[in-house]
């Protein structure tokens, strides 16, 4: 009798976050700043393995988050020349950005994917304050502070606008970031209109104050109710904040999920030790990927897992 083929392996996406626009300088030496520093942290995360590398741009002088075209076009290039990852922009932006604001870099430069938050959310990053005594820059106590009476705005209309001027428009697709079991309901409310089409990249978020949680149960019942609701319609990503990243990741894995790393989600690769790089999180990753029998996809096995329009659609 000749021996059953064997089955082929899942391949899980690694998505970096590079940047984002929580942490502030003062929290990590190693956190990306400049236009140079994104771009040389992008291409070497995506040299360790990741084939998703999600983008915010922040001010070089001063390191606050920035919504300017100008600035994301000071390294989309040379992202894109240097390295095959798929490139992920931000349509969240930062505290206080106008939706035409958040809109303005990925409408610019038509990418492949841009990350697209399921829903208004309290969003609260001042507990931070009692880690550090003084910040490097003034605007770094007020970021923190202003999210204590700060609700991060993504209305139906919100979404509906996003949805039809990058989707329709522009081919590209979506990172949907799910930070509660309420968004993926309303996920479903996009699918069930026909204004999403799948495949659905659900990205669920644990550990941000004002969303789930993050104890493996908060965990579970996510994973739950994205399979009811969404059977086999959806590739499932999982991203943990701060000190939970690891570990939670870790878990997710052995569930079958993609997983998000990176400097935006935590400044850490163990206790008490900063991450000195993107690349750190994602080879730390990987290695525990692969050493509960995973392959990692290439960006080309991202795409088309995806389905994404591909890199010579883009306009940078």
Same mark, same amino acid.
């Given at each position: 009798? *000749? ?96 939706? #035409?604001?958040?809109? *303005? #870099? ?81 996920? *479903? ?5 026909? &204004? ?77 030790? &900063? ?32 389905? &994404? ?8």
């Amino acid at each position: 009798m *000749a021996d059953a083929k064997p089955k082929a392996r899942r391949k899980t996406i690694i998505t970096c976050a590079v940047t984002g626009s929580i942490h502030t300088p003062t929290m990590s030496p190693h956190l990306p700043i400049t236009p140079d520093e994104i771009a040389r942290e992008s291409i070497a995360a995506a040299e360790a393995g990741a084939s998703i590398i999600h983008l915010h741009a922040r001010d070089p002088k001063d390191g606050r988050p920035t919504p300017s075209p100008d600035v994301f076009m000071e390294f989309l290039p040379r992202i894109k020349q240097a390295c095959d990852a798929v490139v992920n922009i931000t349509t969240g932006g930062g505290h206080g950005m106008t939706v #035409a604001e958040r809109l *303005a #870099a990925p409408l610019r430069a038509s990418p492949e994917m841009t990350s697209l938050n399921m829903g208004s959310m309290n969003f609260g990053l001042y507990p931070m304050l009692e880690r550090y005594k003084e910040f490097r820059h003034d605007w770094e106590r007020i970021h923190l502070e202003n999210s204590r009476d700060f609700i991060f705005r993504n209305t139906f209309k919100d979404i509906e606008t996003v949805l039809h001027e990058l989707g329709d428009k522009h081919g590209t697709r979506f990172e949907f970031e799910c930070y509660d079991v309420g968004h993926l309901y309303t996920l *479903a409310h996009f699918l069930e209109r026909g &204004l999403v089409k799948p495949p659905l990249f659900v990205q669920t978020i644990f550990g941000i104050l004002g969303g789930i949680g993050p104890h493996p149960e908060d965990v579970m019942h996510m994973r739950r109710t994205a399979d009811r609701l969404f059977g086999d319609q959806y590739r499932w990503s999982v991203l943990a904040a701060g000190r939970h990243q690891m570990p939670i990741l870790t878990m997710a894995a052995t569930m079958g999920a993609n997983v998000r790393v990176g400097l935006e989600d935590s400044l850490w690769l163990g206790p008490g030790q &900063l991450a000195k790089s993107n690349a750190d999180q994602v080879r730390k990753i990987r290695t525990i990927i692969e050493s509960l029998g995973g392959e990692i996809a290439t960006p080309a096995e991202a795409r088309a897992m995806l389905g &994404l329009k591909g890199g010579d659609r883009v306009a940078f």
